[in-house]
């Protein structure tokens, strides 16, 4: 193949909440169109498809990314966790998730994968206020909880009572770790 052909398509070699993944990849493929479309991960929603929302956050290499505005061929070699691959793989829901449920973190439930993803990355060590947490959550939108919901089920997951203090004999912060789950092949 002559140099200057233009490339339609890559081998790419990844993992994929700690399953190996190979696939040919069209260049112009979007990271978030390989996870729902091609591996049937279906649980990183897309809304706005450019970068504002944060509904499709997965974390590539344990950092958070927009899904949306990642090119797959991009996470050749690559560690790329889903919402999936934080979900137990019993069925039940990780200390993060329940808080959520518990707390009415949640209406519709679109934009909460997002939520997650950022929260799972995020050391609770590091956001020691709810003004710290607001912040960290700003790049995730929801049209239904007005918040203060979410806010609530963070401070739960992260062992602090409703007005956001340590919580007494709660000193496991529940947010931070990722666990390998099913879902790629
Ligand atoms: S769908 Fe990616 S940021 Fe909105
Ligand atoms: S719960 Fe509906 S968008 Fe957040």
Redesign the pocket.
């Known amino acids: 193949m002559n140099d200057l052909e233009p490339v339609d398509a890559l081998d790419i070699e990844l993992r994929v909440n700690g399953s190996a993944v190979r696939r040919r990849v069209p260049v112009r493929r979007l990271l ?1 169109d390989l996870l729902r479309d091609d591996l049937s991960l279906t649980g990183t ?13 997965v974390l590539l290499d344990g950092q958070p990314i ?4 990642q090119l797959a061929v991009t996470a050749d070699g690559c560690e790329v966790t889903t919402v999936e691959g934080i979900t137990p793989a019993d069925g039940s829901l990780s200390p993060l998730q329940a808080a959520f449920r518990d707390a009415h973190g949640l209406q519709c439930g679109f934009c909460t994968p ?1 939520f997650l993803m950022t929260l799972v990355a995020a050391d609770p060590a590091e956001h020691p206020t709810d003004g710290s947490i607001d912040a960290l959550l700003s ?1 995730n ?1 929801c049209r239904c909880t007005g918040y203060q919901n979410i806010r609530t089920a963070v401070r739960r997951a992260w062992g602090r009572d409703d007005e956001g203090n340590a919580s007494a004999g709660s000193d496991t912060p529940l947010g931070s770790g990722t666990s390998s789950g099913s879902g790629a092949s």
Not at 66 to 69: E, H, K, T
Request: a neutral charge; glycine letters at 24%.
């Open positions: 978030s929603h897309v809304g706005c498809e450019h970068g504002v929302c944060g509904a499709c956050t927009r899904s949306c505005l997002g790049g939108l």
